[in-house]
């Protein structure tokens, strides 16, 4: 995984874990490496991985089965949520910035339509 | 200690090695040329051993002062007063084993030059020259010899003492200043200096125990091995004191002030 | 507990002053980056740590004991030079280690040295400058110390190296253990560490944690150094 070093490194591995269960490439209830086989795999410091782990389980994405290890959540209905506010944060920095360049609603409905019918047209 | 002076054995092994092997080459190479060539060996041979003994002593040191490899030494958990004493150990224990090394070389040559000169080997001649050695016959004993060695190794220890204490004070209080070889050979010239005023003035003291002992000695015309004792003793006690005292001036800058 | 606590550090040298009134505190658990270009102090300050040159003022302390040849037994140091004798195989120098330190693991070196590909029965002088870097940092970090302190290990070493290197180092932190890296090549280094220190001239110019100042100034550790050490 390459880093942004201008970001906080902590949150650019929270938004990829949040990514891969969306996607389904983390499934639910799966067990997550320990922090220390976590940074060593990413080569980023282990307090950071620590600091990962404590957000997303304040965020109740992941939990930790003491002795056990972390593990993603097995709620559908939190994986849902965080599909919804994932999406919804993407969309709505789409929106703002089609506003700057202009783009109205429905200027924009139509840019999707096309778009999406030739991105799927070519696959 | 014992693992700092096994290391510094294992460091010089080599040297040793190479300076024994060289040894014999050359004796071998001045022995075909016949008698002549092994007596030239054997003066030749214990200058030379000498001059690479004090080479090396003094190298052994400075080096571990002056170049990055002496962190390997200096990371140690070892204290100062260790490290220093572990020197002057391994210093006087190569003395030992290169005088064991010369011992040696002098045997085989001096018993070349005896067979080559035609001579029979009078072992009856061995004995008795041992046993006049042994009973003092010969103006002196084994005795006499190892009260001088006794105090040659106190001179000894008290020079390498002085030496190693100028560069040590050359690497602590004087670490800024550039010339290191030529200042520690100024602050060895300087210790030398402050010795010998402090011994001159204790010697004149004494004075009248040298004498009764030189009357002694000379109105019998040889010294018992007691006088020798006698007489080498205040000499042998200031060198002991003074190497003990740089020895502790030594471990004392290493352990606070040292810039390496 | 480890612990080291640097109380108003200076070290002059005849002409220049080397560290100017330095007082940092170093926490187990972290890893800590000391930045800063050549000649800001960083060396020095290790060096005195390490005991191989003495404060003109100030102390250290570790674990609340004043620096003696005792403490040195709590610190790993790797020195940025080639320190390790020529004329040895890389065995004897383990060997070395083994004899010295108590808390020196032998046969962890040994597997680990393996690992990273340097040979163990080459002599030093026959190691190349990557090589010697990779056996440098492996040395120190075999040790089971408290407070290892590393002098620029990336310098002069090729790129599949340094990578191996910080491989090593990030695998061997430690709740316990405090790491302070040396370095003025922080980019490679920067997401490795906790804590990150730009000393300038001797002196302590920041002192803060990598996240939080990548937070509130939204810049990279390195972008952050170029800007303070923008007229060094």
Redesign the interface.
């Known amino acids: 995984m390459e880093?942004?070093?201008?970001?906080?490194?902590?949150l650019q591995v929270i938004e990829r874990i949040k990514q891969d269960i969306v996607s389904g490439k983390l499934k639910p209830g799966e067990k997550m490496p320990s922090s220390?086989e976590y940074?060593?795999e990413l080569?980023?410091?282990?307090?950071?991985v620590a600091?990962v782990y404590k957000e997303l389980e304040m965020e109740e994405i992941v939990f930790t089965k003491r002795g056990l290890g972390t593990f993603i959540t097995e709620s559908d209905k939190q994986i849902e949520e965080l599909r919804y506010t994932m999406a919804k944060n993407r969309i709505t920095s789409f929106i703002e910035g089609m506003k700057q360049l202009g783009y109205t609603k429905k200027d924009m409905i139509k840019f999707i339509e096309t778009e999406n019918n030739y991105t799927e047209g070519n696959e | 200690m014992l693992n700092l002076i096994k290391y510094e054995f294992i460091r010089k092994y080599k040297l040793i090695a190479v300076t024994i092997i060289t040894a014999i080459a050359l004796n071998i190479f001045l022995i075909t040329r016949g008698v002549g060539g092994s007596a030239t060996f054997l003066v030749l041979f214990p200058i030379v051993l000498f001059v690479l003994y004090l080479t090396d002593i003094i190298k052994m040191y400075s080096d571990d002062l002056n170049n990055k490899t002496g962190y390997m030494l200096f990371m140690t958990p070892n204290s100062g007063y260790k490290i220093i004493s572990s020197k002057l150990l391994t210093a006087v224990l190569e003395g030992f084993a290169l005088l064991f090394l010369y011992f040696i070389f002098t045997l085989i040559n001096g018993a070349y030059i005896v067979v080559s000169t035609g001579a029979q080997i009078d072992y009856s001649q061995i004995i008795r020259v041992v046993d006049n050695l042994l009973s003092g016959s010969l103006g002196f004993s084994l005795s006499h010899i190892f009260i001088s060695l006794t105090a040659t190794l106190a001179f000894f220890l008290a020079f390498i003492t002085t030496v190693y204490t100028a560069m040590t004070i050359r690497k602590s209080i004087f670490s800024e200043i550039k010339f290191g070889g030529l200042l520690s050979f100024i602050i060895f010239l300087c210790i030398n200096w402050g010795i010998s005023v402090i011994s001159s003035r204790l010697f004149d003291i004494i004075t009248p125990y040298y004498d009764s002992i030189t009357n002694a000695i000379l109105s019998a015309g040889r010294a018992t091995p007691e006088e020798l004792a006698l007489i080498l003793l205040p000499m042998t006690a200031f060198s002991i004191i003074q190497a003990i005292a740089l020895t502790g001036i030594s471990g004392y800058l290493l352990e606070k002030k040292i810039n390496l | 507990m480890s612990q080291l606590k640097i109380n108003g550090l200076t070290k002059k040298y005849y002409n220049k002053t080397a560290l100017s009134d330095v007082t940092l505190n170093f926490e187990q658990g972290k890893i800590y980056g000391l930045l800063g270009p050549n000649g800001s102090g960083k060396t020095t300050l290790m060096k005195v740590v390490a005991g191989l040159h003495k404060q003109t003022s100030g102390n250290v302390l570790i674990n609340d004991e004043e620096l003696s040849y005792k403490t040195k037994a709590y610190i790993s140091y790797m020195p940025t030079e080639n320190y390790m004798y020529a004329s040895f195989k890389v065995v004897d120098i383990l060997k070395f280690f083994k004899d010295m330190y108590e808390d020196f693991r032998y046969d962890y070196a040994v597997a680990l040295l393996n690992d990273i590909n340097v040979n163990i029965d080459y002599k030093v002088s026959n190691l190349s400058s990557g090589q010697i870097g990779k056996l440098k940092t492996a040395i120190a970090l075999s040790r089971d110390a408290e407070i290892y302190m590393l002098d620029e290990p990336l310098n002069g070493v090729d790129v599949l190296s340094r990578d191996t290197i910080m491989d090593i180092i990030t695998k061997s932190y430690s709740e316990n253990k405090i790491i302070i890296i040396s370095t003025h090549l922080v980019s490679e280094i920067e997401k490795i560490l906790d804590t990150v220190i730009f000393l300038k001239d001797g002196v302590v110019e920041l002192f803060g944690d990598a996240e939080e100042l990548r937070q509130t100034r939204g810049l990279s550790v390195e972008g952050l150094y170029k800007e303070v050490f923008k007229n060094a």
């Open positions: 880093f942004n070093n201008n970001i906080p490194i902590y220390r940074s060593n080569g980023i410091n282990f307090n950071t600091r």
